[in-house]
Structure formats: C-alpha cells, structure tokens
C-alpha cells in the first residue's frame, strides 16, 4: 500500500506562482496531478514517467511544469501565470505496476 502525501496549495493573486509537491510512501512508475473545479468533472493537469517524460493538458501548457525526484519518490507542479481558472481541488496520483493511488487533494485558489 502506497501513502500519497501533498503539500503546497493555497491562495494567491492572478499571475502569481505555487509549488505543490507530492510525497509517496514507496517506489512508483508513473505519477501526476488532476483537479477538480466546483462543479466540474475531474481532468488531468500533468503526468510524468518514472524516466522524466512528461504530457500537459493543452491549458496549462507553458505554465506549469511537473518534475519528480525519484530519489525521495516525490512529484512536484510548478504553477506559474495562474488564472482564476486554475482554481480547483489538485490531486496527486501514482501508479504502481499493480494499482492506482490518490492524494488527499490540496486547495488551489486564484483570486482575479
């Protein structure tokens, strides 16, 4: 069983920058980031593989960069340039050769 634990939401202006960072309890093959906004369905942000190829929704792209450091089983967001868009409940997923996990969804909120 893997323990995914995130860290790095909050409140900011329109254009400003955060950092999330999601930490797993063991060794994983692909990780990444969804969100959900208010009333909308979950959709995937960012994904990288065990060997650093990354894929971005067409929205965030040039905006926000994920990065992993395989050594501390760790993924991270770079969110830059945020809109009030950005807005949402960002989870952080991890998949194993045999299962699927999910953080406990950190707060992102992008005041205009």
């Known amino acids: 069983q893997v323990q995914l634990v995130e860290s790095g939401g909050g409140l900011v202006q329109a254009g400003g920058s955060l950092r999330l960072s999601c930490a797993a309890s063991?060794?994983?093959?692909?990780m990444g980031w969804y969100r959900q906004a208010p009333g909308k369905q979950r959709e995937l942000v960012a994904t990288?593989?065990?060997?650093?190829?990354?894929n971005a929704v067409d929205s965030v792209k040039g905006r926000f960069i994920i990065s992993r450091d395989n050594a501390k089983n760790t993924v991270y967001l770079q969110m830059n340039s945020l809109k009030p868009e950005d807005t949402a409940v960002y989870y952080c997923?991890?998949?194993?050769?045999?299962?699927?996990?999910w953080g406990q969804g950190t707060q992102v909120t992008v005041s205009s």
């Open positions: 997923f991890a998949q194993t050769y045999s299962s699927d996990y």
């Open positions: 063991g060794s994983i093959n692909a």
């Open positions: 990288i593989s065990r060997g650093g190829s990354t």
